[in-house]
């Protein structure tokens, strides 16, 4: 059975792919918030569409039904697409967007892995972010994985020493396949302190599309998450400030990143997310004088 579904469009010249599937790990939407940007900074053209009755668990992603004075105006159906574009220079790229499939990733990968030959892609590059140790009050960091085949991209970007194993999304197997294409592929991931990673860290986002250039030669405005990364920061600090158990947790977290980066961090004293990030929850949901992380996002 096909699971892909191409489309009529303008021919690209070796595009960089861009990977940004919902559904696994994004703190602080830093992933969500980059193709966002990524996808609105120009038209977008339609190149694939893959099967949702075949991929997607619809009880888990439901449709979304629109309903007008109690008519049922019809439904929006999970999707995943490829969708080309060009970025502020005219260099082609293609972004495969939607949820993350639920069912049949090595048939899904298979297609991808095709999809990107026939395109001739010259790099594969995987969105996403996860909660750190870290503080607001640093440039955010970014951290890659990628395959063996394309270990010098994890250099050039940061790599988290030591061994882990963790459950895995789509991107993991994706990475593999790409590397058995003899495609070039790196994750990019966002280190979003973890006291905020409940919420939009737009911060994160301007990280991620900002990496593109140096890793994948793709250069994008991100202005507006910038703006908007200076307003959830205001607001961040308002309320650390408000307490001194958070202040010096902010401060403890500040002198471990100074002194060296990657380090292990005793953090066993300090609030955990979630309860730093309930309290913060509260705060914006009770502060209606300035916009939240989330409603200043680009």
């Not at 919902?22 to 900074?41: E, M, N, Q, R």
């Not at 009880?59 to 309903?67: D, E, G, K, M, T």
């Amino acid at each position: 059975m096909n699971l892909c579904e191409r489309h009529a469009h303008r021919s690209l010249e070796r595009p960089a792919l861009v990977v940004a599937l919902d559904g696994w790990v994004d703190a602080g939407l830093g992933a969500d918030g980059a193709i966002s940007t990524l996808l609105s900074s120009g038209p977008t053209e339609l190149v694939a569409t893959f099967d949702g009755e075949s991929l997607i668990d619809q009880r888990a992603r439901r449709p979304v039904v629109h309903i007008v004075d109690g008519v049922n105006r019809g439904l929006t159906w999970p999707v995943i697409q490829v969708r080309a574009a060009s970025d502020r220079n005219g260099a082609d790229v293609c972004f495969l967007v939607g949820p993350e499939p639920d069912f049949r990733w090595n048939p899904f990968t298979d297609e991808v892995i095709n999809l990107a030959r026939d395109m001739h892609v010259r790099i594969a590059v995987g969105l996403g972010a996860f909660p750190a140790p870290a503080p607001h009050t640093r440039p955010v960091r970014l951290a890659a994985t990628a395959p063996a085949e394309s270990a010098d991209l994890v250099t050039r970007v940061g790599i988290v020493q030591g061994g882990i194993d963790v459950p895995s999304g789509v991107w993991g197997a994706l990475e593999l396949a790409f590397a058995e294409a003899n495609i070039p592929a790196v994750g990019l991931w966002a280190r979003v302190p973890h006291y905020v990673s409940g919420m939009a860290f737009p911060a994160a986002s301007a990280a991620l599309v900002d990496a593109l250039e140096p890793i994948a030669s793709l250069s994008f405005d991100s202005t507006e998450l910038k703006t908007a990364a200076d307003a959830s920061f205001r607001q961040v600090d308002d309320l650390i400030a408000r307490s001194d158990e958070h202040t010096a947790m902010v401060r403890k977290l500040e002198d471990s990143v100074d002194s060296a980066e990657g380090n292990p961090l005793d953090i066993g004293q300090l609030p955990t997310a979630d309860e730093l990030g309930a309290e913060l929850e509260r705060y914006l949901r009770t502060d209606s004088g300035d916009n939240g992380p989330g409603d200043s996002e680009g």
